[in-house]
């Protein structure tokens, strides 16, 4: 299968990010997106329950409200975050950190995206599943945990050599 080359309106950094990385790269927009979509949740509960008044509590409503608030404004920041490594919106922060983080681990001779004790052929599977899930997101969250090599990017650009590529 040829390899298909995407382009974006900004540089791709990395197709598919492990989410640790895609979690330290937030911006404090995204943290600020985090909290809106926190509060959001069980505020229009609350607002809701003053245009039309229910005859119970809403402590249990509102805390769970909270909870899901909580779990989808992370979804929506990670979402956010993962458009940058992807090039969808601008990125130069990111950028010049991957920069950065993965020169110096070049540069100490470090595998650039980590060790897995995992053979290929799982690597390669977690690779499949997890490419483009933050899409998905609405259906079934998932994120990548596993170290492996496909990310879409010349490894040359960090100071990696030919002859390590190889090996």
């Known amino acids: 299968m040829p390899n298909k080359v995407v382009t974006t309106p900004y540089p791709l950094i990395d197709a598919d990010p492990h989410a640790f990385r895609v979690v330290r790269y937030f911006r404090s927009s995204d943290y600020a997106t985090w ?92 690779y499949r599943n997890s490419a483009w899930s933050q899409l998905k997101f609405h259906a079934f969250p998932m994120f990548n945990f596993v170290n492996h090599q496909h990310h879409g990017t010349d490894p040359a650009k960090y100071g990696v050599k030919e002859k390590e590529l190889s090996d």
């Not at 959001?40 to 409200?65: C, E, H, I, Q």
């Not at 601008?90 to 993965?102: I, S, W």
């Open 35 to 126: 909290a809106a979509g926190t509060a959001a949740f069980p505020g229009a509960l609350y607002f809701w329950n003053m245009a039309d008044p229910a005859k119970v509590r809403l402590r249990t409503s509102l805390r769970l409200g909270g909870f899901l608030g909580f779990i989808g404004g992370f979804l929506l920041a990670y979402q956010r975050s993962s458009f940058r490594f992807w090039g969808w919106s601008e990125n130069k922060r990111e950028e010049d950190l991957d920069l950065a983080e993965l020169s110096q681990r070049a540069a100490e001779g470090k595998p650039l995206y980590g060790t897995s004790s995992q053979p290929e052929w799982v690597q390669g599977t977690a």
